[in-house]
């Protein structure tokens, strides 16, 4: 059972950045204004996401504009300014004493809801910071594709994301501690991208824990 102070909630999915359907729709229509999609591409996207197919939208996405980043981080900042600070699911997430968050999401939804987690936000990229977490004892935040607030820390598409998880066993190994020390509660994700997130994670055996995945 979940115990107060062990408390850990995993959302989102797969390194296609959590990004709703609207937010994707807004960006092929950007790739589009900054012309490394053709109004083909962007029909073809916005088809497939119909379709459920947001992993490869994204992984296509992150390679239309390949030497022009800036223009995507720009894109994701207008695509996800216009959402509520913080969803009814968040506020309900508050009463759970909840100490530590993994997720993929970009938006701004996480820091609203657990103020007191974000100066102890930490990204794949933060191998040192990592290694000095004992998920366990401490609080923090770990998102798995990055910051805004970081462009150069922003994971898009499951390609990109699957790549630096191959390049950062710091953040396997704390999420191998995390998994040891806490009961994760997965929500908002199907286990087809669960896996996918966590494909890089081999555990040495059985977790002595039980998690929870909310389907």
């Given amino acids: 059972p979940l115990r107060a102070g062990r408390r850990l909630r995993a959302r989102s999915a797969g390194g296609s950045a959590a990004l709703e359907k609207a937010a994707f729709q807004l960006l092929a229509y950007w790739a589009l204004e900054q012309d490394v999609a053709t109004p083909a591409v962007r029909t073809a996207w916005v088809n497939a996401l119909d379709r459920g197919r947001s992993a490869s939208v994204a992984d296509q996405i992150a390679s239309a504009f390949a030497g022009r980043e800036q223009a995507l981080y720009a894109g994701l900042r207008n695509s996800l300014q216009s959402k509520k600070s913080s969803s009814a699911a968040h506020e309900a997430l508050k009463g759970l004493g909840i100490t530590g968050v993994i997720t993929t999401s970009l938006d701004k939804n996480i820091d609203s809801a657990f103020p007191g987690l974000v100066a102890s936000s930490y990204t794949v990229f933060d191998a040192a910071a990592l290694d000095a977490v004992d998920p366990a004892r401490d609080s923090f935040l770990l998102r798995l594709c990055g910051s805004l607030d970081r462009p150069d820390t922003i994971l898009f598409g499951p390609a990109q994301y699957a790549s630096a998880m191959a390049r950062s066993p710091s953040c396997v190994a704390f999420l191998k501690r995390t998994f040891a020390s806490r009961c994760l509660l ?16 081999v555990l040495d055996g059985p977790p002595a824990r039980r998690h929870y995945a909310l389907i």
């Fill in 186 to 201: 997965f929500i908002g994700m199907s286990l087809e991208t669960l896996e996918d997130s966590l494909r890089a994670v």
